[in-house]
């Protein structure tokens, strides 16, 4: 499965960018999916998960209320909103996938098996 994530840019502190992640996969139904960061000098980490219907989610405590995660398997795709931004969101942001057919949702870099290469994201203050 090959993922590739767009829609990253320079945005103002109280912006909104949408990211998105397409998957080349015909199957993507049968993938959970998640959105992580990485800031300069510190781990990936995750911003966001979703199941393979999009039933469950999951969100960093640092992004609840302010991101949402989404997909859409017609068009293989999986979005992120990112309203209320703030200079702390700055990063290069990764789509992962993971095939599952279940509810859960995964929130470590070990649990994902795909990655796309990443989209930067920056917030000036």
């Known amino acids: 499965v090959q993922l590739q994530a767009s829609g990253g840019g320079l945005v103002q502190a109280g912006g909104s960018l949408r990211l998105s992640c397409a998957a080349s996969t015909r199957t993507f139904g049968n993938y959970a999916a998640g959105w992580f960061r990485q800031a300069p000098g510190k781990e990936r980490e995750v911003v966001a998960a979703i199941n393979w219907n999009g039933y469950t989610t999951y969100y960093a405590d640092s992004v609840k209320g302010r991101f949402t995660i989404s997909r859409d398997n017609a068009k293989k795709m999986v979005y992120l909103q990112m309203n209320s931004l703030k200079p702390e969101d700055t990063g290069v942001y990764y789509c992962?996938?993971?095939?599952?057919?279940?509810?859960?949702?995964?929130?470590?870099?070990?649990?994902?098996?795909?990655w796309g290469h990443g989209t930067l994201v920056t917030v000036s203050s």
């Open positions: 992962a996938a993971k095939t599952d057919y279940s509810y859960s949702v995964y929130y470590t870099t070990k649990d994902y098996d795909y």
